[in-house]
């Protein structure tokens, strides 16, 4: 059984910077893998950023230079720096997790998801 829950998410304007956090509940949180992904309203859920057990990472070619994934294993959090953020960032971002040690970028391979945190970025 994992949970996750994220936060940090809210209204800011273009160009500011956003954090998210998403709090895991599982034993096994350093061995696996942490995505970020979002969804706009009527669009796909799409691959923001991933971390793997050994902190590999990788990005979305729109949020590369922009957003740093990060992980505290001893917290069991995986963080979302966001910056420089645009309107084209506004979307509800979903932390998910699954077994394993590549940062996949597929959202049907990872085993378990968050609420979601809703981030808007307006001026």
């Known amino acids: 059984q994992v949970q996750l829950v994220e936060s940090g998410g809210g209204l800011v304007q273009p160009g500011g910077s956003l954090r998210l956090s998403c709090a895991a509940s599982?034993?096994?949180?350093?061995?696996?893998?942490m995505g970020w992904f979002r969804q706009a309203p009527g669009k796909d859920r799409i691959f923001v950023a991933a971390i793997s057990w050994n902190y590999a990472t990788n990005y979305a070619d729109s949020v590369q230079g922009r957003f740093i994934i990060s992980r505290d294993n001893a917290k069991n959090t995986v963080n979302l720096q966001m910056n420089n953020l645009k309107p084209e960032d506004t979307a509800v971002y979903y932390c998910?997790?699954?077994?394993?040690?590549?940062?996949?970028?597929?959202?049907?391979?990872?085993?378990?998801w968050g609420q979601g945190t809703q981030v808007t970025v307006s001026s």
């Open positions: 998910a997790a699954r077994p394993g040690i590549v940062a996949v970028t597929t959202a049907d391979q990872y085993d378990y």
């Open positions: 599982t034993r096994t949180f350093s061995r696996s893998t």
